[in-house]
């Protein structure tokens, strides 16, 4: 179906913004992504004609503390990929400027090394104070990404926090940088990247204490591994669904541990060593993910994973649209005003509030013209 056989919010002037999308154009893309990121008019039905065409690009996330050479090791990895004739788009999470509230571009300055080339598209957004160290927007933009074609889509992070795990639910393989002074394995523990890396990188090996966190990454994944055991049948299912061919190949080695099936259909992490300012362990890292991805597929994680996905697009989507519909209209406005004096009084609670809320907003929250009642 072409981009302009659906009829679109916003005229002949989205159809043929999407008729350029699909002949590649990069500028085209940029407006798009411009208007997805900025929620504009139109915006969703220009994600809704895109949708049948995501799911081709391999997903991949990059976080880790402040400081861990995350953008460094994006750029390497971008050009490894690119020397493999793959095509990259990347997405790099920058900090809100105080000032215009858009991104300060740092990620983007310090990839100019691959920011010039045809195969290679950068965007940086903003948090916008969002707290899971991603814009709220960077799914929709990750899906603007796969939809105009490229085999890859990086999303790199600002740095993260106990708080700041959201990019394990935005794409297929999470990879961790962590560097000599991130501190010891406990404190990686406590900001929950043990939970969400399905590779680990210590980058700038060449710094005193790299082999020893290495070292302590890896007993805290032997730690975790023997304390994890399959208990339901959907993971027994993804066992089997693995050929032993694949299974052998998935137990091979890296450098700096273990990758693949642990025995129990699990992903073991690899702990992997690099210099990226230098380029040193980018066959190894793309290896990694490679395996990852295979793994992801043959184990049938990858189909789970990316339901997960589109289960969270769904909720989010309601969540927004909800809050839109009844934060700004008047009418709601002025019956919660109205109950603040049985709220202050104790005759009432607000989950009172809440309920009577939603049953008197049906017809606002499903979009009907109904009056709704006062």
């Known amino acids: 179906m072409s981009a302009t056989a659906r009829p679109l919010s916003g005229g002949a002037g989205i159809g043929r913004l999407l008729d350029d999308f699909a002949a590649r154009r990069a500028a085209a893309l940029a407006r798009v992504i411009s208007i997805v990121e900025n929620h504009r008019a139109g915006f969703d039905a220009v994600l809704g004609a895109l949708h049948g065409r995501t799911g081709r690009a391999r997903r991949i996330g990059i976080t880790g503390p402040p400081g861990a050479g995350k953008s460094t090791l994006t750029t390497q990895l971008v050009h490894h990929l690119r020397a493999q004739g793959l095509t990259v788009g990347v997405i790099a999470v920058d900090p809100t400027s105080p000032f215009t509230g858009g991104a300060l571009l740092g990620d983007r300055i310090r990839m100019e090394s691959v920011a010039l080339d045809p195969g290679v598209y950068i965007r940086s957004l903003a948090t916008r104070g969002a707290l899971g160290g991603l814009s709220a927007a960077t799914r929709e933009a990750s899906d603007v990404l796969d939809a105009y074609g490229f085999d890859r889509v990086i999303v790199e992070t600002v740095g993260v926090g106990q708080s700041e795990l959201d990019v394990a639910r935005t794409v297929d393989t999470c990879l961790v940088v962590l560097v000599p002074e991130s501190g010891d394995s406990i404190q990686t523990l406590k900001a929950g990247l043990m939970e969400i890396a399905d590779v680990f990188v210590i980058n700038k090996a060449d710094r005193p204490g790299a082999d020893r966190l290495r070292t302590e990454v890896q007993l805290m994944l032997k730690l975790r591994a023997r ?50 300012t230098e380029g040193k362990g980018m066959p190894e890292i793309a290896a990694a993910l490679d395996q990852h991805y295979e793994y992801l597929s043959s184990s049938g994680v990858l189909l789970e994973r990316r339901r997960a996905r589109l289960r969270e697009r769904v909720k989010d989507v309601v969540d927004q649209r909800v809050r839109a519909r009844l934060w700004t209209d008047a009418g709601t406005a002025q019956w919660v005003e109205g109950q603040l004096p049985a709220l202050e009084a104790g005759s009432i609670t607000p989950y009172d509030v809440a309920d009577a809320l939603l049953a008197r907003s049906a017809a606002l929250l499903t979009g009907r013209s109904d009056d709704v009642d006062s």
């Open 227 to 276: 304390a994890a055991a399959p208990t339901d049948r959907a993971e027994a299912a993804a066992r089997s669904t693995m050929t032993s061919a694949r299974a052998h190949a998935l137990e091979g080695s890296h450098r700096g541990g273990p990758a693949g099936d642990d025995g129990h259909g699990h992903w073991t992490p690899p702990v992997l060593t690099a210099v990226a």
